[in-house]
Every structure is written in C-alpha cells, then in structure tokens.
C-alpha cells in the first residue's frame, strides 16, 4: 500500500496522529484478531505496538501468499556461487517446508515463547528454520556465523534456548567454516545446555552426530504431522538479535511480533518502492539485523521474491558477481553496505564489468550499516545511472529511522545524508545537557519517544541495562549513540558514534569486547582498542597493550597471540589485526584512557588537546606507535 501526498505530507499526516497512521498500516497485515489500538503506553517508558491483536508472523510471510493465489511465485531464490548452486523455492514449496521443519520441532517439544538459536550459513534453511520457529510462536536468536565458540556460548547462556539448529559447515572463499565442531564447543562453554540440536548435513562436509543430542535435519522431520501457524499476541517476541554495546556483554534486542510484521511491511512500498511479486535482494547475511528485515521477513510478509545469496562482492569469482545475481534474477532492488561497493570499486574502478550484464531490472540501490561515503556513492551512481539511496538504522530500530522514500516522493539526494526521517521517528539533535542544537551543529542524535512499531521495545533479560543504555542520559529520548547534523532541510548527516561500538565492513563490533580478550594475556597489564579508518572496511581495530613489568618476550611474539585470542575468542570477523605495544596510555586525570584522542592521531585528523588529559606527553609516544603501523600520517 501506497501513500498520496508528498513525503511532508505523509509526515505531517504521521505526527498529527500516528494511532491513525499506525492503525491503517496495520489493515495490511493479517490478524485472527485485530488490535483494539495501535499503542500500548500504560508501561511507559517501555511502550508496545499492537499488543492484544492475535498474530503469526509466518502466516503472514508464506501461507497468506498461498491463500491469496501466490503460491507458484518464487519466494526464495538461493543462489549460491561457492557452491555453485541456485534453486528458486516457491511460495508453495516454503509453506510446506516451514510447516513440516515446525511440526518436527513440536514433536520435539518446542512451543510458543521457547528459545531457539539458528547457527546457519545463507542458505534458504536459514530462513526456513527462522519462519518454522515463527511459525510455533518461538522465539529465535540467528548467530552470525562469523563469531567463534565463545560468543555462541555467551548467547547460549543468555538465550537458554530449548534446541540450536545449524548447519554442518560455512563456506567462505579460502576456507570451510567448521560450525558443528563449534557448535560442540560453544555448548560445553555455556552452563546452558539446549535440550536437543538438529544438524542441516551440506554435503562440502557432513558432521559427526551426537546419537544423544543431535538430530539430522531430514531425519527428524520424516513422518512428523506439519505444524500450522500458532496465533501470537502482538507484543509476543518474534526473536532476540544480540548485538554489540560498550562492554563485552552483547545486548539481546528484541523484536515483538505485531510492530515487526506492520513496519517491515509498509518500509516495502513506501521506502523501497517495491511491489508484491518484485524481487528484493538485501546481499547482508542472517546473522544481522539486515539480514533479519530484509532478507528474511520484509520482502516475504510483502510478497516479494527474496534472494539469498551465498558468496561475496569479489572473489566469487569476479567483481560482476552482483550484476550477474541481478541480470539473473531480475533484481528490482539491491540493498547493500558500502564496504561491499568498496570492494568492486577496487577490483574494477571503471566498472568495466557492469558493460558485460543487462540491469534493466534494477530500479535503485539502497545503502547502510556503516557511513557510506561519497566517492562510493558517487561510483555507484555514475555508472549505475539508478538512484543511489543511503539510509540509517540499527539492529535496534530494525528499519530506516532516515531514509528517501522512494515509493512515496523521491527527494533531492545529498551526498553524505541518508536524508530525512520516516514517520514513526521524531529526530532531535541535543547537546550534553539534553537541549536542541541549532541546524548544522553537530550534537548526539536521539528520538524521542516512543519509538515506532518494529524497533526494539527492551533487551531480552536486561531492562535496567535498556533504561540506562539508551533512555537515562536524555529522559523522553532513545539515545542513538550515533553522533550528527540536521540541516536547515531536514535531512541527517551521521557522523560517528559516541560509544566504543566500531562499524568494520559494516559489522558492528565492540572495541570494550576486545579489550576484555587482550586484557586476559597473562603479559598485558592495560590495553585500548580503537577503531582506525579504513579504505575497504571502513574501520578496521587496533590494539594497544602496555607489559606487565619485566616480561621480556619479543613484543612481535606477544602481538601475534593477542591477535590469534581475538579470532579464537570473538571471531575472525573481529578483523583483529593491528596491535602494538606502548609503555603507556594516555588518560583523563580521573584515569578514563582517551580513545577518541588516539583514534583521531591515528586518522590523522586535527584535534583539541583534552583539557583533562594527565599527561600530553604521552600523545607523543603513540603517535610514533602508530607511525610504526603505518597511521598517523601527518
Ligand atoms: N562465517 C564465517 N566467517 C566469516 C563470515 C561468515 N559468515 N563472514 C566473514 N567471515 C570471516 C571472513 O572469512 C574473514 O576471515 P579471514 O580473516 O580468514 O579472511 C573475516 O571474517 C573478516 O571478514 P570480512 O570483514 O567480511 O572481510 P573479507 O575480507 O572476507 O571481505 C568484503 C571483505 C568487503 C568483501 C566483505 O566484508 C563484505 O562483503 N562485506 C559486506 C558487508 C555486509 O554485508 N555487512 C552486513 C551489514 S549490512
Ligand atoms: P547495526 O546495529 O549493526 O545496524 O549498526 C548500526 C550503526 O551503524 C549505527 O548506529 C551507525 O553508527 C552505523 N550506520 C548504519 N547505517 C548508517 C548510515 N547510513 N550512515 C552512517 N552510519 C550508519
């Protein structure tokens, strides 16, 4: 569904009254009950959307298609260059898989309000497994693959899920990722232990079985009565997606049903300009929240035909891996991080490969997930010739807080602003005491509340970490923990964040997490990791550790264990590579370490001497650190 009017006007429209604007949008989705209202603000300042509708999210995303004579369509297509495969699953097909995967699931004995962890590559399982739990009124928590043993356990732990499902193993280009041994791993380092897994056997590497605890994934749906859609009440969690914040504790996020299934859906039409029957391609991975709205939910609950696609921007083979999907596929949108972009633009700058595919199909490319910056943009537009559109948003939010709504008014595009606000988010730009700033001053960026539907009501077992993490500093507001501009025009620009959160290939990664690992080297006293500018990924990590006295190893000894803990510990996505060692670190007189100083000495960027720093001195000395490392170039 569509709006008339100017994006000013549905805007406008929205805040004069969102319960209205919300309630219409919620006519789109299927309810066994409808809501009696749209917000639920008894419990303020923890508010809900819809919550006394009944729901399914999974009726809404496969079996409503079905019954409304969808059925043929392809809902899936998995396309998958490392493997060397590509299957189109209609919609048909997936009601069927989902309602037998859940049915098995039940027999087992997961219900409604049950945990559920996916550990699982892209591949359409993935979202299979995603909708059977969605189908049973369970509540999943997708791992990204990419993360090690440790942090699955950190999340088996904090999710206490009944039953893990994953696969036998990842493919990256230069190497098969072993997720049953890690699996295993993760499972004896939690205190947790799920009832049962069942294991998806790819045939690049079948696992070995624990007769005991895990069951094959065919095996175990053979013969079992095919589950139909629980209904779920609105504010019933549709999953946890744990995401990084300041330590090393990641936060569960949690998305509630009824708010998930009426924003991603009117974020269809009305952002991406995409009809029922188009095809949508977010090339992110599950693991993330990208994955989550837009490989997954929003283009099936919209009807739209999703891709999953199972390789990278390069080197799978070439860098036109992304306009052969589309060529193929008849992509209408591509959504993407600019890191991906970097990377082609690297491998082929003219984009001489873009001459050898037809991309008559794609109507406009959308980016987020990290900064995009405008030589990217300016790349992708010049030889796309298609509208390039930035956007804003985090796991939390769970769809674009700012955005140029393509299907409702194609607004003026500037280079470095994702643009303007969606209805549902009324952005401020506040200085340290909580007051608006004047347009063009940079200030924090928060929303005041309540958040639309589809953000994230709470953290799953953490609400005073909610409160303090994002309502306290400024009462009234979600505090983004991004940092930014709003001109004389509305639109945003999104300059860094104000916490140790770093954005690397647009994986969000927490510098505290890895400041954990190298602070646990037996021969590291006191250490700091920044993030770095980078010109593939955006930012990459860096390590400083100060010695415990008298160790006398070589410090190149010392650096290469670090970086091994950090891909043992957190993962290789971590991108943990660069460390150095200093005699000390610079801090504040009350001892806070200034990161955001070296970060700058790193970038090469000016900056302000803290008034507060204890000794300037030591700006000095790593500076020339980081000269050794080939930053902080003058
Ligand atoms: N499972 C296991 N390991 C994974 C993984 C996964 N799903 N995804 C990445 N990794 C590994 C990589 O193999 C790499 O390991 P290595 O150190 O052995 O080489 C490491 O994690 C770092 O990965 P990445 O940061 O992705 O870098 P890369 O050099 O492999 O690729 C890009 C660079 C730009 C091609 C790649 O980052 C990319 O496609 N980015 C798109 C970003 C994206 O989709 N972000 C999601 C938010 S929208
Ligand atoms: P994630 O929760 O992983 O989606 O990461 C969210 C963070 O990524 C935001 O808080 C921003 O810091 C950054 N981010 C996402 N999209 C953009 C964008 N379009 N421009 C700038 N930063 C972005």
């Not at 006398?552 to 993962?571: A, C, L, N, Q, S």
Request: proline share 6%; glycine share 8%; hydrophobic share 40%.
């Amino acid at each position: 569904m569509g709006h008339t009017g100017s994006y000013a006007d549905v805007y406008d429209a929205w805040k004069a009254d969102p319960e209205t604007f919300w309630m219409t949008a919620a006519t789109q989705i299927h309810w066994f009950q409808k809501p009696t209202k749209a917000l639920f603000d008894e419990n303020a300042p923890i508010y809900e959307w819809f919550s006394d509708g009944l729901t399914n999210t999974c009726y809404n995303a496969v079996d409503r298609h079905v019954a409304d004579g969808r059925g043929a369509q392809a809902a899936i297509i998995y396309d998958s260059p490392v493997t060397n495969t590509k299957q189109t699953i209609s919609f048909n097909d997936l009601q069927d898989r989902v309602a037998s995967l859940a049915g098995a699931l039940r027999a087992k004995g997961v219900e409604k309000g049950d945990r559920v962890i996916i550990y699982m590559p892209m591949i359409p399982e993935a979202l299979e497994a995603m909708l059977a739990c969605a189908r049973l009124g369970a509540v999943h928590s997708v791992v990204f693959g990419g993360f090690a043993a440790n942090e699955l356990a950190v999340r088996i732990d904090d999710a206490t899920p009944k039953a893990i499902i994953a696969a036998s193993c990842g493919i990256e280009p230069n190497r098969v990722v072993h997720y049953k041994p890690l699996l295993d791993n993760a499972i004896d380092l939690a205190q947790h232990t799920p009832d049962f897994t069942v294991i998806l056997q790819r045939e690049q590497e079948v696992a070995d079985l624990n007769p005991e605890r895990d069951f094959d994934w065919h095996g175990f749906q053979f013969g079992v009565e095919p589950a139909d859609c629980v209904p779920v009440e609105g504010n019933h969690p549709a999953y946890i997606l744990y995401t990084s914040g300041t330590t090393g504790a990641p936060k569960g996020v949690i998305r509630h049903t009824g708010g998930q299934l009426v924003a991603l859906n009117w974020t269809m039409k009305n952002i991406y300009n995409v009809n029922p029957g188009d095809v949508f391609w977010a090339a992110s991975d599950v693991g993330w929240v990208v994955g989550h709205s837009y490989i997954c939910y929003g283009p099936l609950i919209h009807g739209n035909t999703t891709v999953v696609f199972e390789g990278k921007p390069v080197g799978t083979p070439d860098a036109g891996a992304f306009w052969r999907v589309i060529e193929d596929h008849n992509v209408k949108v591509l959504f993407t991080a600019p890191t991906a972009f970097r990377a082609i633009k690297r491998e082929d700058p003219t984009g001489a490969l873009i001459a050898d595919y037809d991309l008559s199909s794609l109507q406009s490319l959308f980016l987020a997930g990290e900064r995009a910056d405008p030589d990217t943009i300016i790349w992708a537009q010049t030889l796309l010739k298609k509208p390039v559109i930035d956007h804003w948003w985090q796991t939390e939010t769970g769809w674009g807080i700012a955005a140029n709504p393509l299907g409702i008014e194609e607004l003026p595009v500037k280079v470095g602003s994702p643009s303007v606000a969606m209805p549902g988010y009324d952005i401020h730009i506040l200085d340290e005491a909580g007051h608006e700033v004047a347009a063009g001053e940079l200030g924090v960026i928060a929303v005041k509340l309540p958040l639309p539907p589809g953000t994230f009501p709470n953290l799953w077992n953490a609400e005073d970490r909610f409160k303090s993490s994002y309502l306290s500093h400024f009462p009234g507001y979600y505090e983004t923990g991004d940092a930014g501009i709003k001109d004389e025009d509305g639109y945003l620009y999104i300059m860094a964040r104000t916490d140790d959160v770093i954005n690397v290939a647009g994986h969000r990664l927490s510098t505290g997490a890895m400041e954990e690992v190298l602070a646990s080297h037996p021969d590291v006293a006191e250490c700091a990791v920044i993030g770095v500018a980078d010109t593939l990924k955006g930012q990459m990590p860096l390590g400083f550790l100060c010695l415990n006295a008298g160790v006398d190893r070589p410090v190149e000894e010392i650096v290469r264990e670090v970086v091994t803990d950090v891909r043992g510990k957190i993962g290789p996505v971590a991108a943990f590579k660069l460390a150095c060692v200093v005699d000390r670190l610079p801090k504040t007189r009350s001892g806070k370490i200034l990161r955001a100083t070296m970060a700058k000495i790193a970038d090469g960027d000016a900056f302000k001497m803290p008034a507060t720093i204890d000794d300037p001195e030591i700006l000095t000395e790593i500076k020339a650190a980081l000269q050794d490392l080939g930053y902080a170039k003058d």
